[in-house]
């Protein structure tokens, strides 16, 4: 199993519409991080998250939230998809005492806005 | 200005050549840095840390400027599976990324 899952892998969905991306590890460590990709922009943080009771917001955290659910899990909501929230998006994991060995990112989320 | 600025590419060489790509950060409290691996539509992954001494793994060196806030990565007898883009990374708090610069190796 990868130590940082994300699911789904692909959504295609409708303008207004709520939507869940959810992000788990088995790495045990405490910082989690939502960013965002797109062609020509690179990587921007969206959220990240410290430890369980901490939530910060990155660079283009407007019409995203999140939800810290336990030390493992960290979801990213869209209340309401629109067409250029359509992009590849990243859960990336961290260890604040070995920041060295840098980002555990997941395979991603291919997320389509119509 | 960018936190991380790379110049995007591509880079188009032969197989058997060597290339180095820079990278030029902004924080100069940066704590460490990263030089990360994307093949097209998958995630990074860590390529190597960049020690302010130098630091080699196998075909790839990486050398650290702090004076002139500058990284760079240097990549002797391409391969064609070396074909990527490559982001650099700094941390500070948290991690700062380039956007990447493209390599394409050709045969």
């Known amino acids: 199993d990868a130590d940082v899952t994300q699911t789904p892998r692909n959504r295609i969905t409708k303008t207004g519409k709520r939507i869940m991306l959810e992000c788990s590890q088995t790495?045990?460590?405490?910082?989690m991080y939502w960013y965002r990709q797109d062609p020509g922009l690179g990587l921007r943080l969206i959220y990240y998250s410290f430890d369980v009771k901490d939530i910060n917001k990155g660079e283009i955290s407007d019409g995203y939230s999140v939800s810290r659910q336990a030390q493992a899990k960290f979801s990213l909501s869209l209340e309401s998809a629109i067409p250029n929230q359509t992009a590849l998006y990243f859960c990336a994991t961290s260890d604040s005492g070995t920041d060295n060995y840098g980002y555990t990112f997941g395979s991603g989320t291919r997320l389509t806005v119509v | 200005r960018k936190e991380v600025e790379q110049d995007p590419g591509p880079f188009n060489v032969p197989e058997g050549a060597t290339v180095a790509f820079n990278c030029t950060y902004s924080?100069?409290?940066?704590?460490?840095f990263f030089w990360y691996r994307q093949d097209c539509r998958k995630e990074p992954k860590l390529l190597m840390s960049v020690y302010s001494s130098g630091n080699e793994d196998g075909r790839f060196t990486a050398q650290l400027n702090r004076a002139s806030q500058y990284i760079s990565l240097l990549i002797r007898d391409s391969k064609l599976s070396d074909s990527a883009t490559y982001l650099c990374v700094y941390n500070f708090n948290k991690f700062y990324f380039g956007s990447g610069t493209k390599l394409n190796v050709k045969p």
């Open positions: 790495k045990g460590h405490d910082r």
């Open positions: 924080n100069s409290a940066s704590q460490s």
